[in-house]
């Protein structure tokens, strides 16, 4: 059992008057005012500040196996947790492949173990993310690690025949297929959004129509499947649209976006810094606003980091060599707070909604994203929305430092992060878990 915690005056949701909020071992135990908690509560001043679930990240890369160089799930637990993250979806394309029960398990087990939040395995959808034969998606599902999401991220399952079959697959198990929409014949060589920019520097482009095209045959493949489909890192007006299209039908389709992809467009590419290559690339303006319409909207139901972890020597090289991806969890509340919250697009509400609620009923955990009420998990987030902090790379939990904000000045910081009652961060510092066991 840990110790109660109490935080005292703090606004839940962002809405009303100031309210104690009493933390037990795994549940809220109480909300009003002036409440008395045990002798050894540890007690929290919420003054001024905002009381949220705690986050829920459906899209991540640890780099555990293989890539313990740039990340670790010890590592990247810290980052979620500072972040704000009570639970985490930890991505397949791991080396080996998490494509087996052996490396699923591990990664939940390893996840436990570390204790700061929880990090649920992602299965591949094929046989090491090759795209041609179907992983034993059933195994996953029934190992220790639980696995309910499937996704090949990294490289999209290509195949209509494949996709479909996965789909149908997936229905069955009661699983959910996220895609990584990216139709790699029109990606061959690609680096950078096709648009003027790319034109004007010389990089090879990727056109809007490589992830449109292959959102929309998801669409339809998951309409005659049945089947949900999830779509990874949405970067266009046109999937936007088309996500919109093809809820209004009742596909059971959602879709995510990253926070860089609500912040950055291709104008940063000028310089050649390989931090912001990207995939799918930043786009242009036009679509960061219609990104952040679509969010705002419900259209897009959630924020998802892609964290991705590069070596130093994979990013500050030539930029077309350079290795796709970017740092993520620790910096993801501040971008939707610039992106989403200071233009009026949401309110805090909506950001437990887009952040918390909707991942967690996305993937079906039933212990993450729930009101906060007495009886309900005491997985909670406290933000300061006033605080400012500048991004510093080196300074962050993560082995690799490369995130597209370095030397930004953001707003909203996270205070401190409780997983099942227990506090996992506070004032930027983490608690090193005891380890919560093994489930
Ligand atoms: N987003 C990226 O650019 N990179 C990701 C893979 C992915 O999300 O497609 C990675 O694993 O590094
Ligand atoms: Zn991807
Ligand atoms: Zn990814």
């Avoid at 620790?330 to 918390?356: C, F, H, N, Q, Y």
């Amino acid at each position: 059992m840990s110790p109660q915690v109490l935080i005292r005056n703090v606004l839940v949701y962002g809405e009303g008057a100031p309210t104690d909020v009493l933390l037990g071992d795994e549940q809220i135990l109480a909300l009003g005012t002036d409440l008395e908690a045990s002798p050894d509560a540890e007690v929290i001043d919420g003054a001024g500040r905002i009381l949220l679930p705690g986050f829920v990240d459906l899209h991540t890369h640890l780099r555990e196996p293989g890539r313990e160089d740039t990340e670790t799930i010890d590592t990247g637990s810290a980052a979620a947790a500072l972040g704000g993250y009570t639970a985490v979806f930890a991505m397949a394309n791991t080396d080996p492949v998490a494509d087996s029960v052996v490396v699923t398990d591990h990664v939940w087990r390893r996840g436990q173990e570390v204790g700061l939040v929880d990090v649920h395995p992602v299965g591949a959808v094929t046989v090491g993310l090759a795209g041609t034969q179907l992983a034993e998606m059933g195994t996953m599902a029934a190992g220790v690690g639980r696995v309910r999401m499937f996704s090949d991220d990294g490289h999209c399952v290509h195949d209509p025949l494949i996709m479909r079959r996965a789909l149908e697959y997936s229905s069955s198990l009661g699983v959910l297929i996220a895609q990584h929409a990216e139709e790699p014949r029109l990606t061959a060589g690609a680096v950078a959004h096709e648009g003027p920019t790319a034109a004007r520097l010389g990089l090879a482009g990727w056109p809007r129509a490589a992830e449109e095209s292959i959102v929309a045959r998801d669409a339809l493949l998951a309409r005659d499947a049945g089947a949900r489909v999830h779509i990874c890192h949405a970067s266009t007006a046109g999937t936007v649209e088309l996500v919109r299209w093809a809820k209004a039908q009742g596909i059971p389709i959602t879709a995510e976006v990253t926070p860089h992809h609500l912040m950055l467009d291709d104008s940063r590419l000028e310089t050649y810094d390989g931090v912001n290559r990207v995939n799918p690339p930043l786009r242009e303006r036009s679509d960061v606003e219609a990104l952040r319409r679509g969010l705002a909207e419900g259209v897009l139901d959630c924020v998802a980091t892609d964290h991705a972890p590069h070596a130093e020597q994979d990013k500050c090289c030539e930029f077309s060599q350079a290795r796709p991806g970017m740092l993520g969890l620790e910096t993801a509340l501040s971008i939707v707070v610039e992106t989403m919250v200071r233009p009026g697009l949401l309110d805090w509400r909506g950001v437990a909604k887009v952040m918390s609620e909707r991942p967690a009923e996305i993937v079906g955990l039933d212990d993450q994203g729930r009101p906060l009420e007495v009886g309900e998990p005491a997985n909670v987030v406290l933000v300061d929305p006033d605080a400012e902090w500048t991004v510093r790379g080196p300074e962050l939990a993560s082995v690799a430092h490369n995130t597209p904000y370095e030397a930004m000045t953001l707003p909203g910081k996270v205070v401190a992060t409780v997983l099942r009652g227990r506090i996992t961060a506070l004032d930027g510092a983490v608690r090193p878990g005891t380890g919560s066991g093994v489930r």
